[in-house]
């Protein structure tokens, strides 16, 4: 991150941090990795899981999301993996997993409480002797469950590693149930964006920047790229600032980005406004 909690100047989009990144990864947190001398990359971590899962019965398919689902995976790109499993076995997966690789080790392991938002059950996990951007993230999902997250408009369109039971389908978004919700959100919008702006603007009067900041983010940055999601990106309107460099026109996420990066109070009230009549702007061509 920038130093500073509302002084970050507006460089570029990273804000510096791939000139930065070999001091942060020498820092007391990371090390610098020479990928080449690792033996777990991408693929033999992909490998060992696919020759792992897949003669167990009680797993019927496996696939690839994130990155791989875009085309777009490179050095930093976490590995993102479901699989559908019998529905009494779903720790049996996990176990699966975990026993496969017990040599190198897993240095760390997280495990989401349950139930979790999307309903299925997650873990991440670190592994020994790889690049610590190679973090797995790995969803078993039961046979019952049809909520498979496998829409393309959201999801992309995924990589499968296999498919037993040819139990996976090409989704698409119901595009008249998204137009009827986002319909409502902008309703909604409509109602507490104003309503909620004079948080910011007391606590810049305040002189207290942090919350200021925070309130600037969240009440007014927030729904604005929302709303320019759901004009642009409408399966995702909820995904926040995630992809907007992939999911928005180009000027329009720089356009964005300049907002997030202030220099201080005078140039977060600037900012502020000029946020904020771009959001009715964009809420009046929707009308």
Partial sequence: MCEGTISCLHESHTCGFHARLPQILNSQHYKLYELEELNMTRETILERL?????????????????????????????????????????????????NAFADPGIETRYRLPEPTWHGHSQAFYSLADTSPFLMLDFVVMKRSNPRRMREIEIHGESVVHFDKENVLTEDHVNQEELSDRLKRRLEEMATTFDLFQPLVIKEIYRGNRAEALQFY???????????????????????????????????????????FFVTGLDDLEKKFREAGEWFREELRTKN
């Fill in 50 to 98: 696919r020759s792992t899962l897949e003669p167990l019965s009680y797993v019927d398919a496996m696939w690839e999301g994130g990155s791989a689902a875009f085309n777009r995976v490179d050095e930093w790109s976490d590995i993102d993996v479901q699989v559908i499993c019998n529905d009494e076995r779903v720790e049996d997966a996990f176990t699966a997993v975990e």
């Fill in 217 to 259: 983010h969240g009440m007014t940055l927030r729904p604005l790229v929302e709303v320019l999601r759901i004009k642009h990106s409408p399966a995702r309107h909820n995904f926040h600032v995630r992809y907007i460099y992939h999911d928005l026109p180009h000027d329009i996420a720089e356009r964005i980005e300049s907002l």
